[in-house]
């Protein structure tokens, strides 16, 4: 009878010494998981769909103006020669029937007549809808109606009905300046690019920030706004672009697809205005 009392208390007490460490076990989960919530629900938190009619642009950031891109391209097997664009893109406010759009005409230059392209297109202030979109290149001349629920040639030899609205995918370098952009979020945007393929979303992800050292030295904090997937033509692609945090400025993009890299860089403000140089 002695013996089985010994063995009991032991038990007893072996049980009690294991239940009291699973209980300081459990303490110390619940207490690395409290610490852990705000970043693990941060991380997982759905991409906001950006569309019109949803999600929210902030069509207030973007000001009048010209800006200026210099666009080259790098082939690591090719060490003694780069390929260029660029890129002037104008933006300017006007008004359509008693309401306020943004006009945004574009001119790419390249090494030759045959790389230059104009675009030219209308968008609604309060939400940056498309509404009209042209595209003149190599001697033909592209221009479409763009409405919510679909988009036709002024020729009327091309048409297209959306299942839901969406951006003009020419337009990226605007709309990405006007995205709420935080750490942690990411951005299911309804892109289109006119004539082509039917529209779909695209996902992008703020993957960090980083500080860009401007000319003058000074620095200025950007979001890291991120993106990659596979294309038909060029294989599997990732881009990445810096956007000021305090200005909303899109600053700078890097590319990486079918082995070779491009990049797209915002000329500082005292770069000359060269259309105004052309001899009409």
């Not at 294991?18 to 989960?29: E, K, S, T």
């Not at 001119?107 to 498309?130: E, I, M, Q």
């Not at 860009?212 to 991120?226: A, F, I, S």
Request: proline share 5%; charged share 20%.
């Amino acid at each position: 009878m002695r013996l089985f009392i010994v063995f009991f208390m032991v038990i007893y007490r072996l049980l009690a010494f294991v239940l009291a460490l699973a209980h300081r076990l459990l303490v110390v989960i619940l207490i690395v998981i409290h610490l852990l919530f705000p970043f693990l629900t941060k991380a997982q938190a759905p991409a906001d769909t950006i569309r019109p009619g949803k999600g929210h642009l902030l069509t207030t950031v973007v000001k009048p103006g010209l800006r200026q891109y210099l666009v080259y391209f790098q082939n690591p097997k090719q060490s003694r020669s780069l390929g260029f664009w660029y890129w002037m893109r104008d933006i300017q406010m006007a008004d359509r029937g008693g309401k306020k759009i943004f006009v945004i005409t574009q001119h790419w230059y390249g090494s030759d007549t045959l790389a230059y392209r104009s675009v030219y297109s209308l968008n609604a202030a309060d939400d940056f809808a498309p509404l009209y979109h042209s595209e003149s290149a190599r001697g033909k001349t592209a221009a479409y109606n763009w409405k919510g629920d679909g988009i036709a040639d002024a020729r009327k030899a091309f048409s297209l009905k959306f299942d839901a609205p969406n951006y003009n995918w020419n337009l990226d370098i605007e709309t990405f300046e006007m995205l709420p952009l935080a750490a942690g979020k990411s951005f299911l945007i309804n892109f289109y690019d006119a004539g082509l393929d039917p529209p779909k979303y695209v996902l992008y992800k703020v993957v960090g920030s980083e500080e860009l050292v401007l000319m003058n030295g000074e620095k200025t904090d950007c979001w890291k706004l991120g993106t990659e997937g596979t294309d038909p033509r060029s294989g599997a692609y990732s881009e990445t672009y810096w956007i000021s945090k305090k200005g909303h400025e899109f600053l700078k993009e890097e590319d990486a697809f079918n082995g070779m890299f491009r990049y797209k860089i915002k000329m500082p403000g005292m770069t000359p205005d060269l259309g105004t140089r052309f001899v009409q």
